[in-house]
């Protein structure tokens, strides 16, 4: 079976469009918010996945809609290309340096929706995209990935270099999850 979907959102703010394989592949991330490109291009690569996203902005407000709705729309199609789950990992955590920056992320594919972020970052951009949306980002991916997220940014003195480390971080912990371990359902329950 192919773990691989697509799937679709428009709202009157937005278009994504998200096309993912969770083999390693070419990844391809084009939105108005540049620097989520770099971000989300991270992500997917670091998850040992493939696939492209596609983002319009219809308001031209902020960077908010657009963060916000990739992370949802990303979150939908790898939960969907997961299928019922069976057989996976389930969990996965790393810890990344990037340079002065050092984050531990640990994902749980359980189907429990948390989010917990640790972080500070003390400027209020990065690039095009405000620091405040990386955690925003990453709960919108928790909540409609139906997964645990955890992350904490242990230190770190550049804005760049603490958010891509978080991404990788995010990415490895999200890509051991998704990993095929056996057969069965990855829970004592017997259900996710």
Do not use: C
């Not at 773990?3 to 469009?17: C, D, L, P």
């Not at 929706?113 to 003390?122: A, Q, R």
């Amino acid at each position: 079976m192919p773990r691989s979907a697509v799937v679709e959102r428009r709202t009157k703010e937005t278009e994504v469009k998200v096309e993912l394989s969770l083999e390693p592949g070419e990844v391809n991330v084009d939105t108005p918010v540049k620097f989520l490109n770099h971000m989300v291009e991270t992500l997917i690569f670091y998850m040992g996945a493939s696939g492209r996203v596609k983002a319009i902005d219809l308001r031209g407000f902020d960077d908010h809609h657009v963060v916000e709705d990739v992370a949802i729309v990303l979150g939908s199609t790898l939960d969907k290309a997961l299928g019922d789950r069976t057989g996976l990992a389930r969990f996965g955590w790393a810890i990344i340096p990037m340079d002065d920056a050092l984050t531990l992320a640990s994902v749980d594919l359980g189907g429990r929706v948390y989010f917990m972020f640790k972080g500070s970052f003390t400027r209020e951009t990065v690039g095009d995209m405000a620091t405040e949306m990386v955690p925003h980002f990453i709960r919108s991916l928790a909540s409609s990935l139906r997964a645990t997220i955890h992350v904490n940014v242990m230190w770190g003195e550049n804005n760049h270099h603490i958010a891509e480390s978080v991404f990788k971080a995010l990415g490895l912990a999200i890509g051991q999850a998704i990993q095929v371990k056996g057969g069965g359902v990855p829970s004592l329950k017997g259900v996710l």
